[in-house]
């Protein structure tokens, strides 16, 4: 069975800097896929990024980056010049690519910016 | 057009009210979700559906009853709910059963059940 542990359940951080939010996973699937998203207090999870397991680089996407290290287990998100609008919970999640569509969440941290 | 929308936005019903969630997609996704998200919770899966026909039911109660008229809509039609019901449902598409990288999500309606 998949499991997906996010430790830090809040986070407060200043403006500008850099914030990185921990995710480590347990699967026995030789291929997965995983996922961060971002949930604002009106409810829609937004989908920031995805690393594949057998993805050679960590993924970025725009100020989000991927810390991937596969043996670990651990696929932690970083938000580089974290901005107010950043203020959010924040969801890892897992699926395994055995043509199974279910993700699997974490508990989520919540994200505050402070001016 | 990457929209997922969802009416209503809330609801309050009664234990002995049926009521009904909407969600539409205009962005030719051929599978629908259903996720039932209590508060600080993460979202938890209820319903799939692919091509109209539905894929995985996570043991959810019957009170609970989903409905894929067309590729493009997806109702929730509820009946008999207890309190613990409350929570936002959320719900999602993907161009397929695949393709949940590209799962969207939709705003969400909040259920309070009183």
């Known amino acids: 069975a998949q499991k997906i542990t996010q430790t830090q359940p809040g986070m407060f951080v200043q403006e500008k800097e850099a914030v990185t939010l921990d995710c480590t996973y347990d699967t026995s699937d030789p291929s997965y896929g995983l996922f961060w998203y971002k949930q604002p207090s009106s409810g829609e999870m937004i989908f920031l990024i995805y690393?594949?397991?057998?993805?050679?680089q960590n993924a970025t996407e725009g100020r989000y980056s991927l810390n991937f290290q596969k043996a670990r287990k651990s696929a932690n998100l970083v938000i580089s010049a974290s901005q107010l609008g950043d203020s959010a919970m924040y969801f890892c999640a897992m699926r395994d690519d055995f043509g199974n569509e279910k993700l699997t969440f974490g508990t989520g941290t919540r994200l505050t910016i402070i001016p | 057009d990457t929209e997922v929308t969802q009416t209503p936005k809330h609801l309050v019903m009664g234990m002995t009210n049926k009521k009904s969630l909407k969600c539409e997609q205009h962005m030719g996704h051929r599978a629908m979700y259903w996720y039932k998200q209590k508060a600080k919770k993460p979202p938890e899966l209820m319903f799939v559906?692919?091509?109209?026909?539905?894929?995985i039911n996570e043991s959810v109660p019957s009170r609970f009853s989903p409905e894929c008229p067309n590729s493009s809509l997806l109702n929730l039609h509820l009946h008999a709910l207890q309190p613990e019901d409350s929570a936002l449902y959320l719900c999602?598409?993907?161009?397929?059963?695949?393709?949940?990288?590209?799962?969207?999500f939709g705003p969400g309606t909040r259920l309070t059940v009183t």
């Open positions: 559906y692919s091509y109209e026909k539905l894929s």
């Open positions: 999602a598409s993907s161009p397929d059963r695949e393709r949940v990288r590209e799962q969207y």
């Open positions: 690393q594949g397991s057998y993805d050679q």
